[in-house]
């Protein structure tokens, strides 16, 4: 009994400590600067209440990084779930490559947002660009990353490339588990193709739909790699009458704002950005479970 | 043409929707491939050819030499090195993330107290809290322990390593501990007559049979370590001794802006080893993916 406890500490304590020393402490550190002002300057920090939540309220770049954040993430939630849904209805077919298919449309995912965002920045700004001079179409002549409204749009296609192929994996994982005799069943009663899919697969398939959608929502949520080497915030635009970046994402307005030495700040708006998560993916799996059980 | 689907139909019956359906694959994969394309294409071009013509074929394949040896010679950036740093913190962060976690989540699942229940929920509590509200206190804090106990944990890789085990323990423990609770427990019970110690338990009987899953947990922390950004750049610094490839990119690109020629042969440089490592391993990264989805 006395080694079986020996063996209890010494198996779980190494991930207990850098758990500790990693996630657990600099959490409520984190919580605590938010309402200081450390400036990453000074040693010594003071505590001041909320004030700079008080100060994020009024801030017009925070607010309009928060709300493109938003607009971001429901792009993206639903560019990426439609694709990578379509992706794993191809790869789960008959077709004879469909192996084939399915590591290739992967591949991006294995691509850090760094890479890619260099990558895409080429396709868009050069590529695109060129082409459309060379075959005269209007649109294709001013690159997408450099007109505000259309920005956002650019980077959630981006963030599709990138992502379908790692989601379309969860849904083969669950179109695989229903059983084949199911949609024969529906076949041989005369539901037609896409009968089958709205209401016997999908409805089948709520419980990758939630995985899903909150995968997408949290990773929307916290983006920065791509912004970063994609747009790194630009173009200019106005709110509010303020000059703000048009595809600064909430993730990239924390760095700026530490980059600044403007620590504790950047520290409060992390925290909003930590609330705001958490209280939309609780809605999110709150109201997917409630469509699971009713389906 | 439901009347005469019937299980005994030959198959030609359903070839037009095949067909089709494979057209419409192949020019999806085309378009999801093109990026890759258009790197490799101006990877062997220079700075002028790129400017003039970025989407032709280019004029000399001997360029591409030239390019790579241009940047893996870079005086600015060490394209080898930051390489080697990589390869090396990947390999001791899954490391240990596989022997650690497998060990902490077979304490957990084996021992059904209080106090093994709370520490199974906090760590999949604390995969909802982002990284953002964590970077900026966790780098002081390393700097504060790193003083204390006069080992550099800031800028040095074991200190790195540390923070990947912090980070990625949560889900590798989640992953582990799905997977340990459906192995029978009659296994361990008659090593342990046998005279089996608990430890010798987990590492001769346990452990082997967590082959599968241990795939799942390396590619899912491995694809993210590696091209892993924020944390390196905080913890090893911009400049510092130890560099990663995602680091190295970036200071690249900030060194040559908007010379696409050499920005572009750094990003291919930055993909081959995985796209490479994927080529050979794609079976058990898409097995090991779906595997891990499902959980």
Redesign the interface.
């Known amino acids: 009994m006395k080694?079986?406890r020996f063996?209890?500490v010494?198996?779980?304590a190494?991930?207990?400590i850098?758990?500790t020393?990693?996630?657990?402490?600099?959490?409520f550190?984190?919580?605590y600067?938010s309402m200081t002002d450390w400036n990453?300057v000074n040693d010594k920090v003071n505590f001041v209440g909320l004030n700079n939540f008080r100060i994020l309220l009024s801030a017009p770049e925070f607010l309009f990084a928060f709300l493109i954040t938003i607009a971001y993430t429901v792009i993206n939630i639903v560019l990426v779930n439609i694709v990578s849904f379509s992706?794993s209805l191809?790869v789960t077919?008959?077709?004879?490559?469909r192996n084939f298919?399915?590591?290739?449309?992967?591949?991006?995912?294995?691509?850090?947002?760094?890479?890619?965002g260099?990558?895409?920045q080429?396709?868009l700004n050069?590529?695109l660009v060129?082409?459309g001079k060379s075959l005269s179409i209007e649109v294709l002549q001013t690159s997408f990353l450099s007109l505000p409204n259309s920005v956002i749009w650019t980077m959630a296609a981006v963030n599709t490339?990138q992502y379908a192929g790692?989601i379309m994996?969860?849904y083969?994982?669950?179109v695989q588990?229903i059983p084949a005799s199911l949609m024969e069943a529906a076949?041989?009663d005369?539901a037609n193709y896409f009968t089958r899919v709205f209401r016997i697969l999908i409805p089948m398939m709520a419980n990758a739909f939630t995985?899903s959608l909150f995968l997408t929502l949290?990773t929307s949520?916290?983006q920065?790699?791509m912004n970063?080497?994609l747009t790194n915030g630009g173009p200019a635009t106005r709110f509010f009458d303020e000059p703000v970046k048009a595809s600064q994402l909430?993730?990239m307005n924390?760095?700026n704002t530490?980059t600044a030495n403007r620590?504790a700040e950047?520290?409060a708006k992390?925290?909003v950005?930590?609330v705001a998560?958490?209280v939309v993916?609780l809605i999110q799996v709150a109201i997917s479970k409630k469509k699971e059980v009713e389906m | 043409m439901n009347d005469n689907r019937q299980a005994g139909t030959p198959r030609f019956a359903v070839k037009p929707g095949i067909v089709l359906l494979d057209i419409m694959t192949i020019f999806l994969f085309v378009l999801f491939m093109i990026p890759f394309g258009m790197v490799v294409l101006n990877s062997a071009k220079t700075s002028r050819e790129i400017i003039f013509n970025a989407i032709a074929l280019p004029s000399d394949w001997g360029q591409l030499a030239v390019n790579v040896s241009l940047i893996l010679n870079n005086p600015t950036v060490d394209y080898p090195g930051a390489f080697l740093d990589s390869l090396v913190i990947t390999f001791f962060s899954l490391l240990v993330i596989v022997v650690f976690s497998s060990m902490c989540a077979w304490v957990l699942v084996r021992n059904k107290k209080i106090w093994s229940t709370v520490l199974f929920m906090m760590f999949v509590a604390a995969m909802v809290i982002p990284f953002q509200v964590l970077m900026y206190p966790l780098v002081r804090w390393m700097r504060v322990v790193g003083d204390f106990l006069n080992v550099p944990l800031l800028g040095t890789v074991p200190g790195i390593v540390f923070a990947y085990l912090g980070f990625g323990s949560p889900l590798s423990i989640f992953v582990f501990h799905g997977f340990i609770k459906n192995i029978p427990y009659e296994l361990e019970e008659s090593a342990t007559i046998d005279g089996c110690s608990r430890g010798r338990t987990f590492f001769s009987i346990v452990f082997p049979l967590l082959q599968p899953i241990i795939v799942t947990v390396l590619i899912l922390n491995g694809i993210w370590i590696w091209n892993d950004y924020l944390l390196p750049l905080l913890v090893l610094g911009s400049n510092g001794i130890v560099q990663t490839i995602p680091i190295a990119v970036t200071a690249f690109a900030g060194a040559y802006l908007k010379q696409w020629d050499l920005i572009l042969t750094s990003t291919l440089i930055a993909m081959l080893p995985v796209i490479i490592l994927y080529l050979f391993a794609q079976r058990y990264i898409i097995k090991g993916m779906v595997e891990g989805s499902i959980k």
Not at chain 1, 93 to 97: C, D, E, G, P, V
Request: aromatic share 20%; net charge positive.
């Open positions: 080694q079986s063996v209890n010494l198996f779980t190494p991930c207990a850098a758990f020393m990693i996630i657990i402490i600099p959490f550190f984190g919580l600067y990453g992706l191809i077919s008959r077709l004879r490559r298919y399915r590591a290739g449309f992967f591949v991006p995912y294995l691509i850090g947002g760094i890479v890619l260099y990558i895409w080429f396709i050069n590529i060129e082409i490339w790692y994996l969860i083969v994982a669950s588990s076949n041989v005369g995985i949290t949520f916290k920065f790699d970063l080497t909430l993730a924390i760095f530490a620590m950047a520290q992390a925290v950005l930590f998560l958490l993916s």
